[in-house]
Structures are given as structure tokens and as C-alpha cells.
């Protein structure tokens, strides 16, 4: 494994750029995919890797309209970024913030969705056990990722971007999820073209999702 930069000091570098909104292109075709699968709610949502808030505003606007979405991420740059997206929205609050540190206090969520975040963390089994913590019963969390051992085109990805990631397989996320206590796991692979010039290979995004009992 590599060590270089942080993940922090990724992030803020490519919020400074125009980093982000490649994100966004090259994401959106296949979150749009996964947020059909995610039901309406008045409750609250949780991003974890906000970005530049795109995932977050439809959010607000369309599942939990009538609810709370909250979003997270390490980067501040990303963070301004999203509060600048969400702006005119009322029932959205954006915060600066490492997901595995940060002491929720007695905030739950009925969903919590991340994409392209967990593989960061120095392990993901401790990432699913917070994320079950802080979820109210029958909760879902929906983990999507691009980085896995499956998609052999990922796996030179810590060298190019200088910084750790944990290569977990699908059948390391259905048994990751299982081992926090999620109930009724499900797996999906999500495809979608990607915008041309993408140096992520065509691959499908792994989505894994489970219920806190």
C-alpha cells in the first residue's frame, strides 16, 4: 500500500480545481440509477463525500423534499462547493468533516449513501459499523463504489492518485455489511456509459445495501 497524501489533501486540491464537476459527469448517470432505488422519506438523509453537492440537491428536491439532508465531507473546498449548490435549499445543512471521528451526538438517519467514499477509509468495517450506529431502525445504507477487486482496471488507482485504499471484493461487501448487522444485503451493478475521455474504464459501479434491523 501507498503512502503519499492524505485523502484530505486530495480532495482539497481537486475542489480547488475542476476536479469535482468531472465527478459530477462522470458519477451522475450511474447515482441517478441507484437514488431511483432509494424510496421517499420525511425523515433525514446522510452523503457521506458530499462533492460538489450535486447528489445532495436532488435529494433535498425529490426523495426528501418533505425531510432533512445532511451532508459530509473532509474537504472544505468541496464543502463551500456544495453549500453554494444547495444554497436556496432550506432543508439541507453541508458540514467540514471526517465521517469515522465525528460524534453525531443524537442525529439519525433513515438513509445514508456514499459513492466512491469508503474505500478510503483505513478500514471499512469500521465505516459500516458507524454508518449502522448512527441509522434508525429499518434504515438503509447504500455504498457504491467504482474501486473493487473485480474491476481489474481499478487496481492501479492508489498509485495514481499517492494515497492508501482498502481493494475490498463484492463478496468482502456483502460479508462486511452482514459482519455490522445489516439485514437483507443486496448487490447491483450499476452501468452507464461514461463521458468520453474518462480514465476510469467502463467497468459497473458496485452498489451494495443493507438494512439496520
Same mark, same amino acid.
Given at each position: 500500500?501507498?503512502?503519499?497524501?492524505?485523502?484530505?489533501?486530495? @480532495?482539497?486540491?481537486?475542489?480547488?480545481?475542476?476536479?469535482?464537476?468531472?465527478?459530477?459527469?462522470?458519477?451522475?448517470?450511474?447515482?441517478?440509477?441507484? =437514488?431511483?432505488?432509494?424510496?421517499?422519506?420525511?425523515? #433525514?438523509?446522510?452523503?457521506?463525500?458530499?462533492?460538489?453537492?450535486?447528489?445532495?440537491?436532488?435529494?433535498?428536491?425529490?426523495?426528501?423534499?418533505?425531510?432533512?439532508? *445532511?451532508?459530509?465531507?473532509?474537504?472544505? #473546498?468541496? /464543502?463551500?462547493?456544495?453549500?453554494?449548490?444547495?444554497?436556496?435549499?432550506?432543508?439541507?445543512?453541508?458540514?467540514? %468533516?471526517? *465521517?469515522?471521528?465525528?460524534? +453525531?451526538?443524537?442525529?439519525? @438517519?433513515?438513509?445514508? *449513501?456514499?459513492?466512491? /467514499?469508503?474505500?478510503? =477509509?483505513?478500514?471499512?468495517?469500521?465505516?459500516?459499523?458507524?454508518?449502522?450506529?448512527?441509522?434508525?431502525?429499518?434504515?438503509?445504507?447504500? /455504498?457504491?463504489?467504482?474501486?473493487?477487486?473485480?474491476?481489474?482496471? #481499478?487496481?492501479?488507482?492508489?498509485?495514481?492518485?499517492?494515497?492508501?485504499?482498502?481493494?475490498? #471484493?463484492?463478496?468482502?461487501?456483502?460479508?462486511? +455489511?452482514?459482519?455490522?448487522? @445489516?439485514?437483507?444485503?443486496?448487490?447491483?451493478?450499476?452501468?452507464?456509459?461514461?463521458?468520453?475521455?474518462?480514465?476510469?474504464?467502463?467497468?459497473?459501479?458496485?452498489?451494495?445495501? %443493507?438494512?439496520?434491523?
Amino acid at each position: 500500500m501507498t503512502s503519499g497524501k492524505s485523502v484530505r489533501e486530495v @480532495f482539497e486540491a481537486w475542489g480547488r480545481d475542476d476536479h469535482a464537476d468531472g465527478m459530477e459527469r462522470e458519477h451522475w448517470p450511474r447515482v441517478r440509477q441507484i =437514488f431511483e432505488l432509494i424510496p421517499p422519506s420525511t425523515a #433525514s438523509y446522510l452523503e457521506v463525500g458530499v462533492g460538489n453537492g450535486y447528489g445532495l440537491a436532488h435529494m433535498a428536491t425529490h426523495q426528501f423534499k418533505d425531510g432533512h439532508c *445532511f451532508g459530509l465531507d473532509l474537504s472544505a #473546498s468541496m /464543502v463551500t462547493r456544495a453549500r453554494k449548490r444547495t444554497q436556496a435549499l432550506t432543508n439541507v445543512a453541508v458540514e467540514v %468533516g471526517d *465521517f469515522l471521528a465525528l460524534d +453525531f451526538g443524537e442525529r439519525r @438517519f433513515d438513509t445514508i *449513501f456514499s459513492m466512491e /467514499v469508503f474505500y478510503y =477509509f483505513h478500514d471499512i468495517h469500521v465505516g459500516l459499523r458507524k454508518a449502522a450506529s448512527i441509522l434508525d431502525p429499518n434504515g438503509t445504507l447504500w /455504498v457504491a463504489v467504482n474501486f473493487y477487486e473485480e474491476n481489474e482496471e #481499478s487496481a492501479d488507482w492508489p498509485k495514481r492518485l499517492g494515497t492508501p485504499m482498502q481493494r475490498w #471484493s463484492a463478496r468482502d461487501y456483502v460479508e462486511g +455489511f452482514e459482519r455490522a448487522g @445489516f439485514l437483507a444485503v443486496e448487490q447491483h451493478m450499476i452501468t452507464a456509459p461514461l463521458p468520453k475521455g474518462s480514465t476510469h474504464g467502463d467497468r459497473p459501479t458496485l452498489l451494495t445495501s %443493507g438494512r439496520k434491523p
